[in-house]
């Protein structure tokens, strides 16, 4: 499918992140409206409150743009997102008989101000990311036992926690927590020191499940993917891990992109998961191409400074996707509930320059990568504002996540200082 035409003239541009083939759904306010549901189109956001309210917009079940967040639209389902999805298609689309009345609920992004775009009801992050794990697991075992044993037949998971989920542009606080170096003989409580970004696509789940549900079920479950940063302090992992995986180390901060994009407008940038070692298991073996083609960036810019490349890599690198991870997160019969939010997993390439962690950028601080003149980084330092930011190219469009962003702030000071 070509390039679709808007009325909008910025939308319309082949370089553009948010033609009309993409339609990616947020939360926003302005100096003078509370926050509401609105659509991404060119450099524009159309008000789907206003829309609603004008009757522009009847899904037939009731209001679903009377509150701040996606998820009234997400519990009713795939059918009610194609219909809205085919509304916005006819209403922005070039000779939409109702572009008078539409233009007067138009707001430039640049009037904009983002929040989290729908209401997260629980989290879990992933480890499927071969190049990563191998990475980290070569770091911390050695290349022969870099892969777990478990590694090529499931995908592995911990829960997160939602509440820790923030939109872009929020700033992060570097976390205090127990660590205990290599040369430490006994643990103590500090700022983290090894303070790291994680590169990840976040799967949102729109509607609940109650039991196992196949890989096809799961697919259809999945609402949209946004950009996913999982904040992880590397030392207090390293000593708090072990046996029942990380904890606080997570628990800091996960920022997500304030734009959802579509798993409908992504359907022509799907692509094969890699070849598979060991056939998996029937609840697991992919029914068709799972993963999407996707190109990922992420940038540092230390306090006052441009932005810099750290890398760059792309979602099809994932060995498990997100409906294979949805799928079997159900298999114990864990009922799965519509505003779940799935993290990735980090996303790494086989080069340097595609790895999405500063653990494996710099080696577990072994390689400090160089920045510009005097500056070079083996985990974040206070100051430092890291970019997420994506894309899918399509027949003469792109598909654009726009950008993840959030600024590390210095540890507060002592928070138990006085206590014996
Ligand atoms: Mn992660």
Not at 45 to 51: F, P, S
Not at 139 to 144: I, T
Not at 264 to 288: I, M
Not at 369 to 388: A, C, H, M, V
Request: hydrophobic fraction near 35%.
């Amino acid at each position: 499918m070509p390039l679709l035409h808007s009325w909008v003239a910025s939308a319309n541009h082949g370089d553009s992140p948010f033609p009309l083939n993409n339609l990616p759904y947020g939360v926003f306010s302005t100096a003078h409206s509370d926050p509401r549901c609105g659509v991404a189109i060119g450099q524009m956001i159309l008000d789907l409150q206003a829309c609603e309210e004008a009757g522009l917009i009847d899904l037939g079940a009731g209001p679903v743009f009377d509150v701040p967040f996606w998820n009234e639209l997400m519990e009713q389902g795939p059918e009610a997102w194609g219909d809205l999805r085919n509304r916005l298609l006819e209403l922005l689309g070039q000779g939409s008989t109702d572009q008078s009345r539409l233009e007067g609920f138009m707001v430039a992004q640049s009037d904009a101000c983002m929040h989290l775009p729908f209401l997260v009801s629980e989290y879990t992050d992933f480890y499927a990311g071969r190049h990563h794990a191998t990475n980290v697991g070569t770091m911390f075992r050695g290349a022969e036992n870099a892969l777990p044993p478990n590694w090529l037949h499931l995908p592995i998971g911990y829960n997160g926690r939602a509440s820790s989920v923030v939109v872009s542009g929020s700033d992060i606080r570097r976390p205090w927590g127990q660590l205990k170096g290599p040369d430490d003989t006994l643990p103590r409580f500090a700022p983290s020191a090894r303070f790291d970004l994680e590169l990840e696509l976040g799967a949102i789940v729109g509607t609940d499940s109650f039991g196992p549900v196949t890989l096809d079920e799961a697919d259809q479950m999945i609402f949209g993917y946004v950009l996913l940063n999982d904040w992880s302090a590397r030392d207090i992992q390293a000593w708090e891990y072990q046996p029942l995986g990380p904890f606080q180390a997570k628990a800091t901060a996960t920022s997500i992109s304030p734009w959802i994009v579509m798993k409908e407008a992504l359907e022509p940038c799907r692509t094969e998961t890699p070849a598979r070692e060991f056939e998996l298991l029937p609840h697991l073996r992919d029914s068709g191409p799972m993963l999407y083609d996707i190109d990922l960036e992420v940038s540092l810019a230390p306090q006052g400074q441009e932005p810099r490349t750290l890398a760059c890599t792309n979602y099809r690198e994932m060995y498990y996707s997100s409906a294979q991870q949805l799928a079997h997160h159900t298999t114990s019969g864990c009922p799965m509930r519509s505003g779940d939010l799935l993290g990735s997993g980090t996303i790494s390439g086989p080069e340097r320059h595609q790895r999405g962690s500063l653990l494996e950028l710099s080696w577990g601080g072994k390689e400090p990568l160089e920045l510009s003149t005097g500056q070079s980084r083996s985990f974040l330092q206070d100051g430092d504002k890291l970019t997420l930011s994506g894309q899918a190219q399509g027949d003469g469009y792109v598909i654009g996540f726009g950008e993840c962003s959030g600024v590390v702030l210095p540890a507060l000071s002592d928070p138990f200082e006085g206590e014996t």
